[in-house]
């Protein structure tokens, strides 16, 4: 099987650590081999500011590429704008836009980079293209794999509710009718390959050194099992640099606050002269 090279851009500035994402996209170049996932080096955007029109999203891609003069197999653009429709994502052959918009932080976990890996596989799933080498038949052919309306947990739900999405990520399972489905138009071991990168395991632990949770962790201050994956306020980022101290510093430093604060209320009612 051919490794088919996918460009993925940024189509607004992110509201997420492009850094910390791009590590874990590129991670999935070392456990698969069906696609090749890089990064263009552009410094502007092909959407501005407000909702993005669903049905003319691509043009706007298409355009952005030949500016640009970008090659790849397909283009996945990742904007923080809501579509007209409030869809997900939309793929089609050569492109596809996914949005951050609608995946809260509050529903993390799983975090956003989870929910955008799980989009972006969708959407190769949705929109690739027939081999041209291959010896399928004319009914084979004819195979067009899209979504289905009922929530089964697979990677293939509709997901009108979008708080569902959580359950088909954190599944990371895909139906026996797309499973079929996949296997016929792409082959097995598309569709093993598909499975192991969506069943998230090859993230691993985050006390593992070998793991992608590990580095994401020590390298990138991002803890996948608790952060949303959204730029961090200052209070997220008081609360990383807490929990960076020591734990017997940490112990003496809650002693210290402790102790102040209840000297203060001691005096406060008049349990303490503040004179003595």
Not at 8 to 15: A, H, Y
Not at 105 to 133: A, V
Not at 221 to 243: E, L, V
């Amino acid at each position: 099987m051919k490794r088919l090279k996918i460009a993925l851009i940024f189509g607004t500035k992110p509201n997420f650590d492009k850094d910390a994402f791009k590590y874990f996209v590129l991670y999935v170049n070392k456990i698969q081999s069906i696609y090749e996932f890089c990064f263009p080096d552009v410094s502007t955007f092909p959407f501005e500011k407000g909702t993005v029109d669903f049905d003319t999203s691509h043009e706007k891609v298409i355009g952005f590429i030949e500016s640009n003069e970008l090659k790849a197999d397909h283009f996945i653009a990742i904007i923080t704008n809501s579509f007209s429709n409030n869809f997900f994502f939309n793929a089609e052959k050569k492109t596809s836009v996914i949005t951050t918009d609608i995946w809260d932080k509050h529903f993390s976990p799983p975090s956003l980079f989870e929910y955008l890996l799980h989009c972006i596989f969708t959407c190769l799933i949705y929109s690739q293209n027939r081999p041209s080498d291959s010896d399928l038949t004319d009914e084979q052919m004819l195979i067009n794999i899209s979504s289905h309306r009922d929530t089964r947990g697979c990677i293939a739900d509709f997901t009108r509710l979008k708080y569902d999405d959580r359950i088909d990520i954190v599944l990371g399972y895909i139906c026996e009718v797309h499973k079929k489905e996949i296997d016929t138009f792409y082959g097995s071991e598309y569709l093993e390959q598909i499975q192991l990168v969506i069943e998230r395991k090859w993230i691993g632990d985050i006390n593992d050194k070998e793991s992608a949770a590990y580095n994401l962790k020590h390298i990138f201050k991002f803890d996948i099992n608790k952060d949303s994956g959204f730029n961090k306020n200052c209070w997220d980022k008081m609360k990383d640099k807490f929990y960076d101290i020591p734990g017997t510093l940490t112990g003496e430093i809650l002693k210290i606050v402790l102790t102040a604060a209840l000297t203060y209320f001691l005096i406060k009612w008049g349990f303490i002269d503040k004179k003595g």
